[in-house]
């Protein structure tokens, strides 16, 4: 096979818009991947709709061990430089909420967009394959595949994480890092439903599908969105936000009430509403079901009046400070994310090239570098994509 400038392992959203942007700086791209067909989940993301940026993105919503790290991509490739590509191709979206930006067909007018941008650069996409060996060589890289050998000056690994393999999701660039003397940040699942085993499994169950707003905390952590009843456990967007930041052993505490000061607003009740029992109070805030099911679980249904101040206070802290320490968590099958990975500090900020082998980058999910839920994650892709490309 010839000499080509640059060859990316991985055809997701880092490896698609490193792939465009350096064939459009002239740059001769071979871009492979071991699955079928690309960007397997750029299309399952954001329920088929592909939320693809935040408005609000910042580097205070991603997590590594190298905080500053991300801060120089960002800076540099911003959600409004994405958001101005999406514009020209005429995709249309909109905002959900909390800045997150969404397509308003199918995430495949991303995918779409992304595949004409690489075909326009003349980027050579070529699925199917797979690599079984890669040397450094003193002009860059030979890379042994199904394609047969292929020699290349610079080296991407946008392989992404671990979460989801029936996608196609390996460890295989991880390896690759090893391979190069890379350190390893020790992974997990992000961004992860809850899974209980205790008793309270059975309110899970018996709830399951019922949503509700709270506030959840772990680890000096706080997010406020719903959370969802499963039958497995816990999920919702303040789960899966909240999941991040949890390790196992770890309590976290749910607010039910996070727009009242629960022994405030139990007080007035009873003494406005004196008659009234505590279930039918509940489930003006909560479904029906919900607040039958809190009250038999936790408290004796009573009239108002019949609750000494004590038991109010018991109550009110229930609502407002549930305690909850999960069993762990559904694991890669589910996780948006893998958390830890290639040590940043390794890595230059500015190009994403390894400091340890000269001519080889990391972008995207294999780095440790992990975002919120709601776009985030995309945007750390298209960043870190973009500053590499601007070297290879």
Known sequence: ??????????????????????????????????????????????????????MYTEPGNFLSQNPHFCKSALARYTQWDFIEMVGKHGVPYHEKKLGQLFCDNKSSDILEMLLDECQKAGASLHMDTSVQQIEKTETGYSLNTTLGTLDCTSLVIATGGLSIPTLGATGFGYQVGKQFGHALLPTRAGLVPFTI???????????????????????????????????????????????????????VEINLLPDHDAAQWLAEQQSERPNSELKTLLGEIFTKKMATLIAEHWFVSRPMKQYTHAELADIANRLACWQVVPAGTEGYRTAEVTLGGIDTREVSSKT?????????????????????????????????????AQYV
């Not at 680890?219 to 999920?235: A, Q």
């Not at 750390?380 to 973009?386: E, F, I, K, Q, V």
């Open 1 to 54: 096979m010839p000499v080509t400038d640059v060859v990316i392992i991985g055809a997701g959203a880092a490896g698609l818009m490193c792939a465009l942007t350096a064939a459009n700086r002239g740059r001769k791209v071979m871009l492979i991947d071991h699955a079928n067909k690309p960007g397997k989940k750029i299309l399952m993301s954001g329920g088929g709709r592909c939320n693809f940026t935040n």
């Open 197 to 251: 085993t205790d008793q309270l499994k059975e309110l899970c169950g018996e709830l399951s599908g019922t949503s509700v707003d709270c506030l959840v905390s772990c680890n000096d952590m706080s997010f406020r969105e719903n959370i969802l009843f499963t039958h497995r456990g816990l999920s919702g967007p303040a789960i899966l936000q909240i999941s991040s930041f949890w390790h196992p052993g770890d309590a």
């Open 352 to 388: 994403m090239e390894s400091l340890k082998s000269p001519g080889l980058y990391f972008i995207g999910e294999v780095l440790d570098v992990s975002g919120h839920l709601g776009g985030f994650n995309f945007q750390w892709a298209w960043a870190s994509a973009y500053a590499a």
